[in-house]
DNA sequence: ATCCAGGCGTTAT
DNA sequence: ATAACGCATGGA
């Protein structure tokens, strides 16, 4: 049980090399020619370095991506910056037809621009508190499982095993999990197997995605999971 | 033109 | 409890 997702976690990373998850704005090298860096991604970073704005647009990101590409999510993010509004203050304050028009790349532009303001109510109010907990992440309209749980991992550094639709998938594929058991129960599965360790979940969670589109997109790039068939 | 991407809240079985 | 539905852009 153990052995084999850390097996299907090694093979993951040797075939797609780290994923530098989770890209954020700001740390930028524009003098590096590394296409990766100059987009922001924080690549083999785990530590703690990020200050309230980086950790506010990580779960300003995390609810601009809910079913929606990454690269729409990120233009939102974009054009948010240009207005001079990604951070709580600015999202708050912002005039509602200019906060949807910012955010409209996302898809859902009405639902999520009542969503980002209350996250940013919720991070304005959890400012000189602890790290707030999966609960308290959950009581923020907009906010679910998968999102809290991204929210947790990536902008907090907890130990959380994110589940989303390619995991489901991948491992529904073969045969470790029932793909429509409920969230918890397949988060369960994972973080019973695997040790607590941050880097390894940010990793693996990244990992999933990139696989996933190539091969478990309802539309896959590639034809046969060469990767995961020897573990069916 | 049609199909889908790093879900969520609400409403109906 | 769980399934069905609306939301509503941009790229392939």
Redesign the pocket.
């Known amino acids: 049980m153990k052995g084999k997702l850390k097996g299907i976690y090694k093979d993951l990373l040797k075939e797609y090399g780290h994923q530098g ?3 954020v704005s700001g740390v930028a090298d524009k003098n590096s020619s590394d296409d990766l860096i100059q987009r922001g991604y924080h690549r083999k970073d785990y530590s703690i370095p990020k200050d309230r704005s980086q950790v506010f647009e990580i779960c300003a ?3 601009l ?9 990120e ?1 939102a993010l974009n054009n948010l910056k240009q207005c001079g509004i990604l951070s709580p203050k600015g999202i708050l304050s912002s005039d509602s037809g200019v906060l ?1 028009e910012a955010i ?9 621009s009542v ?1 980002l303001r209350a996250f940013s109510d919720f991070f304005i109010n959890s400012e000189n508190s602890l790290d707030p907990g999966r609960d308290d992440l ?1 009581s ?11 929210m947790l991992l ?1 902008a907090y550094f907890k130990p959380v095993f ?1 589940i ?3 995991t489901r998938r991948m491992f529904g594929f073969i045969g470790m999990i029932d793909p ?1 058991a ?2 918890d129960i397949i988060q369960e599965m994972f973080q019973k197997a695997l040790k607590p360790d941050i880097a390894i979940y940010q990793e693996y ?2 990992l999933i ?1 990139e696989h ?2 190539y091969f ?4 896959p790039y590639g034809k046969g999971d060469y990767i995961l068939e020897r573990y069916l």
């Open positions: 998850w989770w890209p990101g995390a609810v991506t809910q079913n929606t590409s990454w690269k729409n999510a233009a949807c409209r790349p996302a898809r859902y532009f009405n639902q999520k969503y959950l923020v309209k907009g906010v679910g499982k998968e999102t809290a749980d991204a990536y994110v989303d639709a390619y429509k409920p969230y969670h990244a995605v996933g589109k478990y997109s309802k539309k």
